[in-house]
């Protein structure tokens, strides 16, 4: 087996996305992402990361992604933690771009879809017929429905990768007001409700592992601030949506 170094994996994946093997290029990063032989950070794994997971978007890859993420942790949060930072930060952007898009394109900006995780069933594929759906609607819900799903998911990704680490734990917030918001934006009750499910199990984790190493103390003023500020986003945005409980 070669090995590539990061930047000749780069320049390889780039002559591959040329020639609309982007799979392949996708796979070409990811080798080097997961090797052993690159373990020690340096400046070329950044724009072989943000090259990994613009692909992941493209391509709608969100296990891969967090798997790539995962890697890229390990070796960066040590050593340089806002390049992580700035990796997730452009990973999720470029989802919610890729959905604001779709959107745009919809004709029916706001489709009714009940959870983003069971996208298609045959009671739903069957109510759908019956309940005289147009094709117009099936064609904005199909557009639509997978960047939702991937944005959702990516932010699940992220959070869970982020947790309880005092390192990340600016980010964290971030991650998770922006999950708020997007709940928001695309009226996603049952999404806002996992959320916030989500964020409880992990201060309730955080709180049952506080004295690990690198853990998030709730005792320090800036932590509690940087919570107080999620949770009143999570207030703004129910009161938004009309979810009082």
Same mark, same amino acid.
């Given at each position: 087996?070669?090995?590539?170094?990061?930047?000749?994996? /780069?320049?390889?994946?780039?002559?591959?996305?040329?020639?609309?093997?982007?799979?392949?290029?996708?796979?070409?990063?990811?080798?080097?992402?997961?090797?052993?032989? @690159?373990?020690?950070?340096? !400046?070329?794994?950044?724009?072989?990361? =943000?090259?990994?997971?613009?692909?992941?978007?493209?391509?709608?890859?969100?296990?891969?992604?967090?798997?790539?993420? @995962?890697?890229? !942790?390990?070796?960066?949060?040590?050593?340089?933690?806002?390049?992580? =930072?700035?990796?997730?930060?452009?990973?999720?952007?470029?989802?919610?771009? +890729?959905?604001?898009?779709? +959107?745009?394109?919809?004709? $029916?900006?706001?489709?009714?879809?009940?959870?983003?995780?069971?996208?298609?069933?045959?009671?739903?594929? /069957?109510?759908?017929?019956?309940?005289?759906?147009?094709?117009?609607?099936?064609?904005?819900?199909?557009?639509?429905?997978?960047?939702?799903?991937?944005?959702?998911?990516?932010?699940?990704?992220?959070?869970?990768?982020?947790?309880?680490?005092?390192?990340?734990?600016?980010?964290?917030?971030?991650?998770?007001?922006?999950?708020?918001?997007?709940?928001?934006?695309?009226?996603?009750?049952?999404?806002?409700?996992?959320?916030?499910?989500?964020? +409880?199990? @992990?201060?309730?984790?955080?709180?049952?592992?506080?004295?690990?190493?690198?853990?998030? $103390?709730?005792?320090?003023?800036?932590?509690? *601030? /940087? @919570?107080?500020?999620?949770?009143?986003?999570?207030?703004?945005? *129910?009161?938004?949506?009309?979810?009082?409980?």
């Amino acid at each position: 087996m070669v090995f590539m170094k990061p930047e000749s994996a /780069l320049k390889r994946a780039d002559e591959l996305i040329e020639v609309g093997r982007k799979q392949r290029a996708l796979e070409t990063l990811l080798e080097v992402v997961k090797s052993r032989r @690159h373990r020690t950070w340096t !400046k070329t794994h950044e724009p072989l990361m =943000e090259k990994f997971l613009e692909l992941c978007v493209e391509l709608k890859k969100n296990q891969i992604a967090k798997d790539g993420l @995962h890697q890229y !942790k390990t070796i960066a949060q040590t050593v340089s933690v806002k390049s992580l =930072e700035d990796v997730i930060m452009k990973f999720l952007k470029q989802g919610e771009e +890729r959905c604001i898009n779709a +959107r745009q394109q919809a004709t $029916n900006a706001l489709i009714d879809i009940d959870d983003l995780e069971v996208l298609q069933t045959p009671e739903s594929l /069957l109510l759908s017929a019956v309940s005289g759906e147009s094709q117009q609607d099936r064609t904005d819900r199909d557009m639509l429905a997978p960047w939702l799903k991937f944005v959702w998911e990516s932010y699940k990704q992220c959070l869970d990768l982020l947790k309880n680490n005092n390192r990340v734990e600016k980010i964290y917030q971030e991650v998770a007001q922006m999950g708020f918001r997007f709940c928001q934006q695309y009226n996603r009750r049952p999404e806002f409700r996992k959320l916030c499910d989500t964020i +409880r199990t @992990h201060f309730t984790q955080s709180q049952k592992y506080s004295q690990q190493i690198y853990s998030v $103390n709730f005792q320090l003023p800036d932590t509690q *601030a /940087l @919570h107080l500020e999620t949770r009143l986003v999570q207030l703004d945005t *129910a009161i938004a949506m009309e979810l009082w409980q």
